[in-house]
């Protein structure tokens, strides 16, 4: 009996030494490339809500009205402290949850509860939020998706101001790194200014609003590492975002490994800022156009601080989603003409408005759809509606003189769109002129090279078109037959399947036999793996990220 008891006594001794002192490794879905070390710390930003009756249901419905304003205005705030960390199109999503808050299957069910149950505010908000935000949860429509996260985020904001615990985080001033088993979008921006080592985070998406921050934020972040526990905390960690690896008590060896290639991460950013004013030329004297994506002027500027030789995709659909109506002609040659003053003549590639499948437009009133990547969207909705795009057309030739703007049409399937669109052009330049309206005459037009339609047929359609811009995200949705939207299919979304490589190089050779360039403005034109091989192909142009550019010109000048 004494030596079963030791025996036990021994063995669990033995699993709690092991659990301390031997490394725990987790693997999960890096969002930024970096090394972080250092403690975790625990972050549980989800409250306990009780539910308690209420004597006086008017004064606490007036509770929740105060609230509700409140939250509003720190919505707000948090946007404006948003737009100088993360620019404006990933700021934007504060704006979007303001809305939200205004949304009446949201407030509603509240006040209901509320004057019909007698119950506090705080449990009101808690089980509307958490019954709206499953329901939508659980809808095919990929944008309605994300909203479940949204409505989330605000039920924790309203609850916040409830409770009167407005910036409070329980968090270290000391540097660590941030551990928790998902992060709103809200927590995740507040993080700035804090020495936040890292992210690791249990569950969460790569494609999600809190992974763009963190990428934004240039934070070393790894999602999905499932079995994270709370009994990891006050731990030495690493996180290794170029393996998808967390380290918990590294031993010895990792630990130096990890602190040799954070030195050397670091050693590399630094050369990278060297390269500021250096041409985008290989050593074979190939002269490459390295542009920068954007959405809002703040990106304008880190392309501008990056030192892009222009903006090659300015995905002007911001300025759809950010609205609560359809942006009128003025307030869209406002911002074309910021963007290209701010450029001071370099190229910025305007693309129309892409908006539909998972980029949906509440005041459009679009019907719902089965399949909405291969839905209405982009310019089949412009040519469906050319009131819309007209507008935007008016707006962009409008804003063509104040510097070297092009005009790009997503989504092109055949000739006889680009006709259509000719057409479209005519008639907003005839409009202008008889209007007495200072407009540009000519704008170069292109096209996305996004479906397997438009790479077989780019030899038909260079003839009609000044410069094709590849879009390897849908590209490769298309062509692998996979909606990139699913989570569950992100292993089958094969980068560098021959198949896309093969409609990338066909564009590129049809492109050039017309003589006109081609450009590649997806995912892909950000990994160095494929730069030899695009470079090979002959592809003149491209377009990633702000942050991407140093890195990109660091390669080309090494082929």
């Known amino acids: 009996m004494v030596q079963e008891v030791l025996r036990r006594t021994l063995v669990t001794w033995l699993i709690l030494f092991l659990e301390r002192y031997i490394m725990i490794t987790l693997q999960g879905k890096s969002v930024y490339r970096d090394i972080g070390i250092g403690r975790l710390v625990f972050y549980r930003g989800r409250s306990e809500t009780v539910r308690r009756a209420v004597e006086d249901r008017e004064a606490e419905l007036l509770r929740f009205e105060k609230a509700l304003q409140a939250a509003k205005v720190q919505l707000r705030k948090l946007y404006d402290e948003s737009v100088k960390i993360v620019g404006e199109?990933?700021?934007?999503?504060?704006?979007?949850?303001?809305?939200?808050?205004?949304?009446?299957?949201?407030?509603?069910?509240?006040?209901?509860?509320?004057?019909?149950?007698?119950?506090?505010?705080?449990?009101?908000?808690?089980?509307?939020?958490?019954?709206?935000?499953?329901?939508?949860?659980?809808?095919?429509?990929?944008?309605?998706?994300?909203?479940?996260?949204?409505?989330?985020?605000?039920?924790?904001?309203?609850?916040?101001?409830?409770?009167?615990?407005?910036?409070?985080?329980?968090?270290?001033?000391?540097?660590?790194?941030?551990?928790?088993?998902?992060?709103?979008?809200?927590?995740?921006?507040?993080?700035?200014?804090?020495?936040?080592?890292?992210?690791?985070?249990?569950?969460?998406?790569?494609?999600?609003?809190?992974?763009i921050l963190a990428r934004s934020m240039e934070i070393p972040s790894v999602m999905k590492l499932g079995a994270l526990s709370a009994e990891y905390d006050g731990r030495l960690a690493v996180i290794d975002g170029y393996t998808d690896m967390l380290y918990i008590d590294p031993d010895d060896a990792t630990l130096v490994a990890m602190e040799e290639k954070k030195r050397e991460t670091d050693r590399h950013r630094a050369l990278l800022r060297e390269l500021k004013g250096k041409k985008d030329i290989t050593r074979d004297g190939k002269l490459v156009k390295l542009f920068a994506n954007a959405g809002s002027l703040a990106d304008v500027d880190a392309a501008i601080a990056n030192d892009a030789g222009g903006i090659g995709l300015l995905r002007s659909e911001i300025l759809y989603l950010d609205s609560a109506e359809e942006p009128n002609e003025e307030s869209q040659f406002s911002f074309y003409r910021q963007v290209l003053q701010r450029m001071s003549g370099r190229e910025v590639v305007i693309r129309t408005f892409d908006i539909g499948a998972d980029k949906r437009v509440p005041w459009l009133k679009m019907e719902k759809e089965e399949n909405p990547a291969l839905g209405m969207r982009a310019i089949r909705l412009?040519?469906?509606?050319?009131?819309?795009?007209?507008?935007?057309?008016?707006?962009?030739?409008?804003?063509?003189?104040?510097?070297?703007?092009?005009?790009?049409?997503?989504?092109?399937?055949?000739?006889?769109?680009?006709?259509?669109l000719r057409q479209l052009e005519q008639q907003v330049k005839r409009e202008l002129e008889q209007e007495g309206m200072l407009f540009a005459a000519f704008l170069p037009t292109g096209i996305m090279i996004e479906t397997p339609a438009a790479a077989l047929l780019s030899d038909k359609l260079a003839k009609e078109v000044d410069f094709f811009s590849v879009g390897t995200n849908d590209l490769t949705q298309y062509t692998l037959a996979l909606d990139r939207q699913n989570e569950s299919l992100e292993r089958f979304a094969d980068p560098d399947h021959r198949a896309v490589l093969r409609l990338i190089e066909m564009a590129a050779k049809n492109a050039h036999d017309a003589g006109i360039w081609v450009g590649i403005c997806g995912e892909l034109a950000s990994d160095t793996a494929f730069t030899e091989e695009f470079l090979r192909m002959g592809i003149d142009e491209l377009s990633v990220s702000p942050g991407m550019i140093l890195e990109l010109r660091h390669k080309i000048r090494e082929l």
């Open 89 to 211: 199109a990933n700021a934007s999503i504060f704006q979007v949850q303001e809305l939200l808050l205004e949304d009446e299957r949201f407030t509603e069910p509240v006040r209901g509860m509320i004057a019909d149950q007698g119950v506090n505010a705080e449990y009101a908000v808690r089980e509307t939020g958490d019954a709206l935000a499953m329901e939508l949860g659980a809808v095919e429509d990929a944008y309605v998706r994300e909203r479940a996260g949204d409505i989330l985020d605000i039920t924790e904001q309203l609850l916040g101001v409830l409770a009167d615990r407005e910036g409070e985080h329980g968090l270290p001033e000391e540097p660590f790194i941030l551990a928790a088993e998902d992060l709103l979008p809200s927590e995740t921006v507040q993080l700035s200014g804090r020495k936040v080592l890292g992210l690791a985070l249990g569950k969460g998406s790569t494609h999600s609003h809190t992974a």
């Open 382 to 420: 412009g040519l469906e509606r050319p009131k819309l795009l007209k507008t935007q057309l008016r707006a962009l030739y409008r804003a063509g003189i104040y510097g070297k703007l092009c005009i790009m049409y997503p989504m092109i399937t055949s000739v006889e769109e680009i006709l259509k």
